[in-house]
């Protein structure tokens, strides 16, 4: 972490203020990683939030305002305004600054952003792999990076002293720095991130259905495992909108896998195949075991439980 040392950029614009960019505000507070810091977000009253509870040095009521000077550019809004707030900005760009975002989805972002950067402005696109399912400005927090992956994926040309200047920016944020092509990214992601939310979304879904059936007996008395479906199943709809409407290739790649599983699992079941369950639940089993032996996934609530259990 920068721990109080110079800021590595003098002047941060973020553009969008809800759960990533408010996060990254308060590590940037913490680790003293930036010298002075603007904001902007597209309603009124998230402006007047923000600046409610001091989130941003100061918060400007245009996108060009905020960006004016700025040698780091943050694009924090949802996926499918990132190519319309990058047209805006533009023209207001300071020569030489970095235009990066943190969208889930990286293909279509770089297709929609890509052409608006100006001849000289570079463009470092991010993706930090934290969140919850809370939104807006008042979400935020400073430790919501530490020891959480943030991919950096690089485009055709990006200039490599720019591209480390942002790793380390992130790696000043408490985040693990790894670099990924786009199109790795958006597979990797619709396995680890994007399928798993459709499904939580789903379940959800058919639970409430259910419940106007059995009287609210599903929701009063669901155990933590569909209690931790309906959080995920809480995101915010907007930007889970976006990210499947831009991922759509590597999603329905995923989803189609999902299917067939689930089709094999569903038949195992009707024809009282135990062995095939069996086996599955096994497999699956020492997939979870090797990620916390890994080590990486130690703050997992049941972390000591499952090491006691051996
Ligand atoms: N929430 C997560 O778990 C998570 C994790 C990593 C990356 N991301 C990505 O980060 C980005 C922001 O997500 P978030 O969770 O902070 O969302 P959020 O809903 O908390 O905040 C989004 C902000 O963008 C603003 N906004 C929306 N459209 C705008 C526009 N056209 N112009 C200006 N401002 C606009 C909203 O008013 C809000 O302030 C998204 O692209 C998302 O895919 C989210
Ligand atoms: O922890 C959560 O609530 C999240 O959904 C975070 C999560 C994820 O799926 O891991 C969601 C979207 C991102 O782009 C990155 C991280």
């Known amino acids: 972490m920068s721990g109080g040392g110079a800021p590595i950029y003098n002047r941060v614009a973020l553009i969008g203020l809800g759960l990533i960019a408010s996060s990254m505000y308060w590590a940037m507070k913490r680790g003293g990683v930036a010298g002075h810091v603007t904001g902007y977000a597209r309603s009124e009253e998230t402006r007047e939030t923000a600046r409610r509870i001091g989130l941003c040095d100061t918060v400007c009521d245009s996108a060009e305002d905020a960006v004016a000077g700025a040698d780091l550019v943050v694009l924090a809004v949802p996926v499918g305004a990132m190519g319309t707030v990058a047209e805006a900005i533009a023209p207001h760009l300071a020569p030489g600054a970095t235009v ?18 100006p001849e000289g402005v570079h ?6 792999l934290a969140g919850t399912e809370h939104s807006g400005p ?14 950096i994926v690089p485009v055709a040309g990006s200039d490599p002293d720019a591209v480390a200047r942002l790793t380390g920016f992130w790696q000043a944020l408490g985040a693990l720095t790894d670099e990924m092509d786009a199109e790795h990214h958006d597979l990797v992601l619709a396995v680890t991130s ?13 639970a409430d259905d259910l419940r106007r059936v059995t009287d609210s007996e599903v929701i009063k008395y669901s155990a933590a495992g569909f209690r931790d479906f309906t959080r995920i199943a809480a995101s915010d709809p907007t930007m889970w909108r976006d990210v499947f409407l831009t991922n759509k290739e590597a999603t329905l790649e995923i989803l189609g896998r999902f299917t067939e599983e689930l089709f094999a699992l569903q038949r195992a079941i009707r024809k009282g195949d135990g062995e095939h369950l069996h086996a ?5 089993r020492a997939i979870r075991r090797g990620i916390i032996e890994a080590g990486q996934d130690t703050d997992a609530p049941d972390f000591g439980r499952v090491k006691m259990d051996r």
């Open 280 to 284: 599955y639940f096994t497999r699956t």
């Open 100 to 117: 990066t975002d943190v969208g889930s989805v990286k293909k279509e972002v770089i297709a929609a952003v890509g052409p608006h950067i």
């Open 194 to 206: 994007h399928t798993p939310h459709l499904i939580a979304y789903t379940m959800v879904g058919v």
């Open 123 to 128: 463009f470092v696109p991010g993706h930090p």
């Open 138 to 151: 008042e979400s935020g927090f400073s430790t919501l990076f530490d020891n959480r992956w943030c991919l």
